[in-house]
Structures are given as structure tokens and as C-alpha cells.
């Protein structure tokens, strides 16, 4: 399929911007069948606020890999021993929450 440039508008700021046909092969590549909202910076911005990776790429320093912030815990009680654990996402009364070890012995299980 030939594909060819597209100007597209921004759902966040309004801003027009190319969707190249090198872009669209890629996405058409990847199985995307929808074509970005989002601008480039505005994209950017949004992996950003939700703590996607920096744009920087590998560190260069000794640590190397990427630098993330730390995840926000929850206090939870585990649904299957009662032993207090926490967890990386806000607890729902209506779902079951499970410790480290209770929720590995759930998944060998399977």
C-alpha cells in the first residue's frame, strides 16, 4: 500500500502537524490502525506526566538504565492469609488482593 504525508490537528493544543508516510508504514508495521490525536511535543508531554521514560535514552552514568520515580504504595490486607502487605495500585473492595507470596502461589497454580 502506497501511503502519503497527512496534516492532522492536535486533540490537545490545536497545533497541525505532518503524519509522515514513513509514520504511517511504521504504525500500519505495529498492527495501529488508528492515527495519532496527539502531536509530537503534546505526546511527549503526556508520557512525561504519566511517568513514562525520559527522551534521554540509557544514562550515561554508572547506574545506566532509565531513572523512574517511585511507585505510590497502597496499604492492603491480603484477601487469602490476612497478612497486611502493600501494593502498586489503589485497592478495590470489590476485587481480591493477595500478598507477594500468596499472589505467586495463585499464579503457580494455574
Not at 502506497?2 to 508504514?25: I, M, N, P, V
Not at 535514552?57 to 491480603?78: I, N
Amino acid at each position: 500500500m502506497a501511503y502519503a504525508d497527512k496534516t492532522l490537528t492536535c486533540r490537545d493544543c490545536g497545533a497541525q502537524f505532518q503524519f509522515t508516510a514513513s509514520e504511517q508504514e511504521f504504525y500500519a508495521s505495529r498492527g495501529l490502525e488508528n492515527e495519532p490525536g496527539r502531536c509530537p511535543d503534546c505526546r511527549a508531554a503526556r508520557k512525561a506526566q504519566r511517568g513514562g521514560y525520559s527522551s534521554g535514552g540509557y544514562s550515561s552514568g554508572r547506574g545506566g538504565g532509565y531513572s523512574r520515580e517511585p511507585r505510590e504504595m497502597f496499604p492492603a490486607t491480603c484477601s487469602a492469609c490476612g497478612a497486611q502487605t502493600e501494593v502498586p495500585f489503589q485497592p478495590r473492595t470489590d476485587k481480591p488482593v493477595y500478598c507477594s507470596n500468596c499472589f505467586q502461589g495463585r499464579r503457580g497454580s494455574r
